[in-house]
């Protein structure tokens, strides 16, 4: 479904990432682990297009096959079913819930919402709560439920359990493993053994390059 292929990434003149290649299909969780630096939140913003310069091949599988993306803008790797959901969550804190989710609506939004709700029953009693008043893992929840709305077939998640209290990892754990049984591809940046025991494979990366799988 996803394909890179010796992907280099470059902040500047300074290289992030060294050759990189890797894999992913439909219903497959590849966890990418590795120490803080090496290259992981780089390799997810170097996928969707965002904040670095790169060089090398990242292909994504469309109906008409595999269509090399890596000139592609941002929107339109979305709009073509890559999902980014980054550690910083980047909501709309003054928003609600219900308007965060909409701000990121795409086709059929009603039932769209209806799926991430039912994902995360616990936004269904904060439709009306800003974000701000929301604790980190409602947040995270509410992240990965907005870009739930615009259809992706792909989910990229920069450390979507990191500082969260365990019933809520086991919660978001639970709900990306049912997305994952559903077909969706999941390639996630996480240390937390809850949800990276559960994964299909490993990539570690060390200084910007594969240090084993």
């Not at 990434?9 to 969780?29: C, I, K, N, P, W």
């Not at 670095?52 to 269509?67: A, D, F, K, Y």
């Not at 937390?192 to 594969?210: E, H, Q, T, W, Y």
Request: charged share 20%.
């Amino acid at each position: 479904m996803l394909e890179v292929h010796q992907l280099n990434a470059f902040y500047g003149q300074a290289q992030a990432l060294f050759d990189v290649s890797l894999r992913v299909q439909a219903g497959e969780m590849l966890v990418l682990q590795g120490l803080n630096g090496a290259g992981k939140s780089t390799l997810l913003k170097a996928i969707m297009g965002l904040e670095v310069r790169t060089e090398g091949q990242i292909r994504w599988q469309t109906p008409t096959g595999l269509v090399a993306i890596e000139r592609w803008e941002t929107h339109r790797r979305a709009q073509a079913g890559l999902g980014y959901v980054a550690e910083d969550r980047r909501l709309f804190t003054e928003l609600t819930v219900r308007e965060n989710l909409h701000v990121a609506a795409g086709k059929n939004a009603k039932a769209l919402e209806a799926r991430a709700l039912d994902l995360f029953p616990v936004l269904k009693t904060l439709l009306n709560r800003p974000a701000a008043q929301m604790s980190g893992g409602q947040q995270q929840m509410l992240a990965i439920a907005r870009t739930l709305m615009t259809g992706p077939k792909i989910l990229l998640l920069d450390e979507p359990c990191e500082g969260i209290a365990p019933v809520l990892v086991e919660s978001i754990r639970d709900a990306l493993l049912l997305l994952k049984r559903e077909g969706m591809a999941l390639l996630v940046v996480e240390q937390n053994r809850l949800l990276a025991s559960r994964a299909d494979r490993l990539l570690g990366l060390v200084a910007g390059k594969v240090g084993g799988s």
